[in-house]
T-cell receptor, first 111, second 114 residues
């Protein structure tokens, strides 16, 4: 089976940098994704890491260490609009390509 | 493409009634997923389809839940009979085949069973 663990809440101030960690256990691992969800909205894709290392997309970066079954999402120059829930997810090829999500980290950005 | 389209956006029903949620995936996407989101349980995968065929329904909570995908452009999730504990936001998502493809979510159906 699969399980993902991430902190339930993180609080940071505008302009700061925040890191949201995710550890996972899967029967077959094919990559770690990150999604953002604002209150009342749908999850939207942020990034995907299949190989070890850092992927950068603007203010957001995502890191993966396959040997440690660990990844993180790094948000820089935080803005109020970044207040949302962030989910890590793994894609499991067992029988298909299902995507399993972690419980989500609620990020509060304060002025 | 207009993205994944779900209907209705909100549904309020009485316990014991049948509820049908609808989803139109993005054209050309091979996979369709149904998720349920609650504060307590997060985003749970209920069932997913590949090329209209159900692949894994192990997340469907009970026999009261059923899902169909009669063609590539339409899927339904049915709850019969509904119970208050079914109250949640139900999301449909679609993806292309492949390991590094993102899931596109619909706006969800907020179901309240009273």
């Amino acid at each position: 089976g699969q399980s993902l663990e991430q902190p339930s809440e993180v609080t940071a101030v505008e302009g700061a940098i925040v890191q949201i960690n995710c550890t996972y256990q899967t029967s077959g691992f094919y990559g770690l994704s990150w999604y953002q969800q604002h209150d009342g909205g749908a999850p939207t894709f942020l990034s995907y890491n299949a190989l070890d290392g850092l992927e950068e997309t603007g203010r957001f970066s995502s890191f993966l260490s396959r040997s440690d079954s660990y990844g993180y999402l790094l948000l820089q120059e935080l803005q109020m609009k970044d207040s949302a829930s962030y989910f890590c997810a793994v894609r499991d090829q067992g029988g298909g390509f299902k995507t399993i999500f972690g419980a989500g980290t609620r990020l509060f950005v304060k002025a | 493409d207009a993205g994944v389209i779900q209907s209705p956006r909100h549904e309020v029903t009485e316990m014991g009634q049948e509820v049908t949620l609808r989803c139109k995936p993005i054209s050309g996407h091979d996979y369709l997923f149904w998720y349920r989101q609650t504060m307590m349980r997060g985003l749970e995968l209920l069932i997913y389809f590949n090329n209209n065929v159900p692949i894994d329904d192990s997340g469907m909570p009970e026999d009261r839940f059923s899902a169909k995908m009669p063609n590539a452009s339409f899927s339904t999730l049915k709850i019969q009979p509904s119970e208050p504990r079914d109250s949640a936001v139900y999301f449909c998502a679609s993806t292309l085949a492949g390991l590094n493809t993102e899931a596109f979510f619909g706006q969800g159906t907020r179901l309240t069973v009273v």
